[in-house]
Each structure stands twice: as C-alpha cells, then as structure tokens.
C-alpha cells in the first residue's frame, strides 16, 4: 500500500485475533506498530511472535487514566500517532432476556465506551498536529438484527455512528471510517461456537467460509494508506456476501 512505510500505528486489542493480524500486516508494510491490550500474558507473548513491534502496552480502555497514559506511551515510544486501529472489544452470547446488568455495562463500557475513550483521546492528539486516520472496528451486528447478542449489536451499531460522527467533526484533518466484519474466525469466536454451530453460519455465507483475521487486516492497510485518501465516514463490510441478500440468502 502507498504511505505506509514509517507510518506510526496504535492498535487496540492488538494481542490476538484481528487485531494480532492487523499489527503483522502492518508491519509487513513498514510501518512503526505499538499494540494496546488489557491482557497483559498475550502482549508478552507477542512481543516475542513480532520483535519488530515497537511496544505492547497494557491497559484496559474502559479506564480513560489508563488510555491517556497509553496514549502518551505511545507518542514517546513512536513519537506521534499517524494512524489508529480502534480495536478492541467483547461479546457474550446470551439471549436477550438473560443478560444481566453486569454483562450490559461489561460490553457496553469495553465495545463502546472505550472505543471513545480512545478515540477522543488519540483524536486530539491528531488534530493538534498533522492529522492522521483512525479507523475503528464495527460489525455486520450494527447493520443488521442478529440473535442472542443484543449488547453486542447495540455497542457495534453505536460505533458506526460514532465514526459518522468523527468524520464529519475532524475533515479535513483526520479522516475516520470503520470495518464491519462478519464472520471472523477468531479465538473469541471459536470460543463461543461448536464445530456444528460453525458449520451451520458458513452454509449461509455465499463464500462458504468465514473470514480470516488477515484478510480484515488488509482491509485496515488499505483505509490508512495513500490509496484511500478520499475515504472517510463511511463503513467498509467484509463479509462473504452474508448480509448481501438478507432472509432470502438464509
């Protein structure tokens, strides 16, 4: 991709999964990547896995003390924040009626709340200097009605409109779009379903499969490299074609 090189990356959930992939792909284009995450074994382990990282920081984005000081770790390590990957998140799968409170406030503060946190926080320093591109990971879950993951959904729909909403606020400077993968095959994902269950979701997917992790980070490459310099407020869906035909691709 255009632009690339030297770029100063901060991915959030960036220990494993799609944001892992995201940090390698990244890499790969030469940029400089610092990964933030709450889970402190995963960002040793992938300081290991990826030596050229610059650094693995750990702290929980629903705490906005914690990001700032990410944040600023961040600015010394890199020395400036050129590109966002507004990453991290959750998702519990329970039935609507049986979701606790506790569960609500737990999605709501990491998959929502903390992404402004982070954003806000990351944006200023954006918009101080030279701009830059934040761009922050929705759903086909805040697209469109999926069951047993209400909290989820309502969290990914609001960060659609956040992005919407940031984009507008921050032209020309910075520009902000968001992801909306579908199926993923992560270990978040593998986690909550049984072979069966996988099963049943790639017989819907006209592509027959779900996405891999690197595949929705080259669509993240994509969006912050010079090749989408015209791009901001939208939501970019990389989903196989799931959501394409609605009821009658099911």
């Not at 402190?40 to 992938?46: H, K, V």
């Not at 003390?65 to 590109?83: F, S």
């Not at 072979?195 to 819907?204: A, G, I, P, S, T």
Request: glycine share 10%; net charge negative; aromatic share 6%.
């Amino acid at each position: 991709m255009r632009g690339l090189k030297d770029k100063r990356v901060l991915i959030t959930g960036g220990a494993s999964g799609i944001g892992a992939a995201t940090a390698t792909r990244f890499l790969e284009e030469g940029s400089q990547v610092c990964v933030l995450d709450r889970d402190g074994q995963r960002c040793g382990e992938i300081k290991r896995e990826l030596p050229q990282l610059s650094e693995a920081i750990i702290a929980d984005v629903t705490d906005l003390m914690q990001v700032e000081a990410a944040a600023a770790e961040a600015l010394r390590v890199m020395g400036g924040i050129d590109v966002l990957v507004n990453n991290a998140g959750v998702s519990i799968r329970h039935r609507f009626l049986d979701i606790t409170p506790e569960e609500w406030e737990n999605v709501i503060s990491i998959n929502l709340t903390g992404v402004f946190y982070v954003a806000q926080t990351v944006a200023r320093h954006m918009w101080e200097r030279d701009g830059g591109v934040i761009l922050q990971t929705a759903s086909t879950n805040g697209i469109m009605g999926y069951p047993c993951y209400a909290d989820y959904n309502a969290t990914k729909a609001g960060v659609i409109e956040l992005t919407r909403s940031m984009a507008l606020e921050l032209a020309p400077k910075v520009r902000v779009c968001a992801v909306a993968p579908g199926y993923v095959l992560t270990p978040m994902q593998r986690a909550e379903y049984t072979d069966e269950m996988l099963e049943e979701v790639n017989r819907k997917i006209p592509l027959g499969r779900h996405a891999r992790p690197e595949e929705i980070a080259a669509l993240f490459a994509y969006l912050a490299s010079d090749d989408a310099a015209f791009a901001t407020g939208h939501v970019f869906t990389l989903d196989g074609g799931e959501i394409a035909g609605g009821l009658a691709s099911r």
